[in-house]
């Protein structure tokens, strides 16, 4: 009695690692969720807000003044102007962007590329849209943007392409030159770029976020999806935003209107009081975030574990591969049950993994340091699989 459409996806794979971990002595490195409080004076908003009784609808597309304070703070970083009011669409969380942005463009048949490893919710999107993901595998150890294997995955259908920098998982920050291979491909093509920008402000070791929809011809081509979850540690309270050209962003506001009519109210005026947040809070956030990612990657490799340090984000990608097991699954079960450390295997973020590929798990340092050091202490009691 299921449509085609809901029998064609599953949940993705953060729930069954949840699962087995719940009701167990489990170091939870697995979900990107902090275990640090948010900034009080964003939460005293939200309740400052739900005191005054600011229970009731929201406008449709978002708070005028923090659709407002979003533009203001583009322009301010880097430069670009956005119409606030015919633009920028505040949304539940940025998964629920995304989905109102693939609702706004994508028809039945229409390819949409996604690169592989890719965030769980883009080819259930594409999928439930009625559209057809194309997969462009990114090779490890450097998971690069490659033209060619984008020429490959080309054809008449295709509508869109989705990228995501700082990239979950890989925590890669795609260069200047891999954006203008995505920009020319996008330009010679007729291609629609989404690009997912949620961690953007979280970037390491002085390395620059480039932005695809600075270079020319691709401010006019590109929806942006961002969010205030991982920026100000409020994951649960589901606020993001889309900015995109007017035409495709009235599209956008169409569908999030249907999906979810607005936004919680008291939650976007808090949202108002953290896009006013000085530059110091969000380098003093980086900084403190750099620092625990430092000292889980020297923990995980001290283990054994092969990392390559992340530019961004709030994931290290680890090779497990010498420690025996075949599977990435089998070896993240192993560390719930006997080791009391959750992270995610790297399979579910493909359609099919490689058979080539290297065993990887992900491993989240957006944690109290405390929560890091015990979870290194438990995985120094890993060892070499017996064949």
């Known amino acids: 009695m299921l449509s085609q459409r809901i029998q064609n996806i599953d949940f993705p794979v953060f729930g069954r690692i949840a699962a087995l971990a719940r009701n167990k002595d489990v170091i939870r490195l697995d979900a990107g969720e902090p275990d640090f409080p948010a900034p009080a004076l964003i939460k005293d908003a939200a309740v400052a807000a739900i005191a005054a009784d600011y229970n009731q609808y929201a406008p449709v597309p978002g708070l005028e003044e923090l659709r407002r304070g979003i533009a203001a703070k583009i322009q301010e970083r880097e430069g670009m102007v956005f119409e606030p009011l015919s633009q920028i669409t505040v949304c539940c969380g940025a998964t629920e962007g995304l989905a109102a942005a693939f609702l706004a463009i994508v ?82 093509h007729n291609l629609i770029a989404i690009t997912d920008e949620v961690y953007e402000e979280l970037t390491y070791d002085g390395v620059k976020m480039e932005r695809l929809w600075k270079i020319p ?6 929806i942006i999806v961002s969010g205030f979850s991982k920026t100000f540690s409020v994951t649960g309270w589901r606020l993001g ?27 976007q005026r808090a949202a108002v009081t953290a896009s006013q947040m000085p530059a110091d809070y969000y380098r ?7 620092q625990r990612r430092d000292i889980l990657l020297d923990g995980l490799r001290k283990v054994g574990f092969e990392c390559r340090c992340p530019q961004g984000g709030y994931f290290i990608l680890a090779d497990c591969s010498r420690f025996g097991w075949q599977d990435d699954w089998s070896l993240a079960q192993y560390l719930i049950e006997e080791i009391g450390v ?32 015990t979870a290194v202490e438990r995985l120094q009691r890993l060892k070499l699989k017996v064949k």
């Open 107 to 188: 028809n039945p048949g229409d390819e949409v590329i996604l690169l592989e490893p890719a965030y769980t919710v883009y080819t259930p999107d594409v999928l439930l849209c009625g559209g057809s993901p194309v997969y462009v595998k990114l090779s490890p150890p450097e998971f690069r943007i490659e033209r060619h294997k984008l020429e490959a995955a080309v054809s008449p259908r295709t509508k869109a392409i989705i990228i995501n920098s700082p990239h979950n998982p890989t925590g890669r920050i795609y260069s200047q030159e891999e954006l203008s291979v995505i920009a020319e491909f996008c330009l010679r």
């Open 217 to 222: 011809g691709m401010e006019e081509r590109t």
């Open 284 to 290: 003093t956030l980086a900084a403190l975030l750099q």
């Open 241 to 267: 935003y889309v900015v995109a050209p007017v035409l495709l962003s009235r599209g956008v506001q169409l569908a999030h209107n249907y999906l979810t009519v607005g936004t919680a109210a008291p939650l």
């Open 342 to 373: 959750a992270a995610i295997p790297l399979s579910g973020f493909y359609k099919k993994y490689p058979a080539d590929n290297p065993v990887f798990l992900r491993f989240a340092f957006c944690k109290r340091e405390e929560t890091i050091r």
